[in-house]
C-alpha cells in the first residue's frame, strides 16, 4: 500500500521531518503503523518523543502511545525519556513505563530507576 511505501521510505531516510505527521496519525486509523515507524526511527527521535511523553497537555493515549514506542526502541535514550515521567503522573502511563524498562532489564541492558 502506498501508507507502507511511504513509512518505508520515512525509516530509510531517517526522516525526522515525518515526527509530527506521525505522531498526528497515532489517533487515527493508521495507529499502529504510525507506532511501528516511530519505533523504527529509534535513537533520532527518542528526545522529541521524550519531550511528547511528559506534556500533560497531550491527550492521555498519545503520551501512551509514546512510551510503548520509546519502549519497543529500548536504546538507554530511548529508556532515558521513560524515566522522564513524574511519579504523580497517570497510572496507566506509569505502569506501560516501568514494563518498557522491565523489559530493557530482561534484555541485559542495564537500568537504573530512582
Sequence with gaps: SRGA???ARVVAQRDRGAVPVLVACL???ARLRARD???RLGDAIAGTLGDLLVDRREVARLRRD???VLGRIGTPAALA???RIERDDLP?????ALRGLDAARKR???VLVD
Design 5 to 7: 511505501e511511504a513509512c
Design 27 to 29: 489517533s487515527g486509523p
Design 37 to 39: 515507524t516511530l519505533a
Design 66 to 68: 509514546v512510551a510503548l
Design 81 to 83: 525519556q521513560l524515566q
Design 92 to 96: 496507566a502511563l506509569r505502569s506501560i
Design 108 to 110: 541485559g541492558q542495564l
